[in-house]
Antibody, heavy 119, light 111 residues
């Protein structure tokens, strides 16, 4: 069955960078886009961007442009999100989610990675 | 960006009773292919979101038939015909017609 397993919680200082991983299993990793979203404490979700694991193409939300980079390692079926110049407002749970184009929906989600940014 | 507005923001329901959640979009989510790019998700306490309804009205695999989705281009409704204890959590809508945007979430609790 499909699983997306994310890396563990991170605590970073403001100004630092963080790299979160999302390991896929149970399906062809290069076939389905991976989206990243975040959920700040007490708030709804915010879309960060997406990547096509097949060709590495990416699209980022304007809110993160210049601070976020998506990469992938197809040999390890793993997608990565690196967020730099961290600030306290980046404190959130970050999720990767598989996008199933047939249903135009996020059909599987990772368990989430808690990021805490301290000043 | 398309703005998604949910109501109510919280709901307290007696087991066995129905529940209804509304999601309105600032623009039509009707694609030229005839499909409505709106999904409903449930985030149970301590868990990741799970897909309930896709393309406005289609139940995802394994979702009980007490859940149903309906709607026009801008007004959508998720209905639970008979709420059960396991349905507690936060329900939210996501539009995927353009850059994905999310409703604020509706917290459902059991009376």
């Amino acid at each position: 069955q499909v699983h997306l397993v994310q890396s563990g919680a991170e605590v970073k200082k403001a100004g630092a960078s963080v790299k979160v991983s999302c390991k896929a299993s149970g399906y062809s990793f290069t076939t389905f886009p991976i989206h990243w979203v975040r959920q700040a404490p007490g708030q709804s979700f915010e879309w960060v961007g997406w990547m096509n694991p097949g060709n590495g193409n990416t699209r980022y939300s304007q809110n993160f442009q210049g601070r976020v980079i998506f990469t992938r390692d197809t040999s390890a079926n793993t997608a990565y999100m690196e967020l730099s110049s961290l600030r306290s407002g980046d404190t959130a749970v970050y999720y990767c989610a598989r996008y199933f184009a047939n249903d135009e929906s996020f059909d599987f989600w990772g368990q989430g990675t808690q990021l805490i940014v301290s000043s | 960006d398309i703005v998604m507005t949910q109501s109510p923001l919280s709901l307290s329901v007696t087991p066995g009773e129905p529940a209804s959640i509304s999601c309105r979009s600032s623009q039509s989510l009707l694609h030229s292919n005839g499909y409505k790019y709106l999904g409903w998700y449930l985030q149970k306490p301590g868990q990741s979101p799970q897909l309930l309804i896709y393309l406005g009205s289609n139940r995802a695999a394994g979702v009980p038939d007490r859940f149903s989705g309906s709607g026009s281009g801008t007004d959508f409704t998720l209905k639970i015909s008979r709420v059960e204890a396991e349905d507690v959590g936060v329900y939210f809508c996501i539009q995927t017609l353009q850059t994905p945007t999310f409703g604020q979430g509706t917290r459902l609790e059991i009376k």
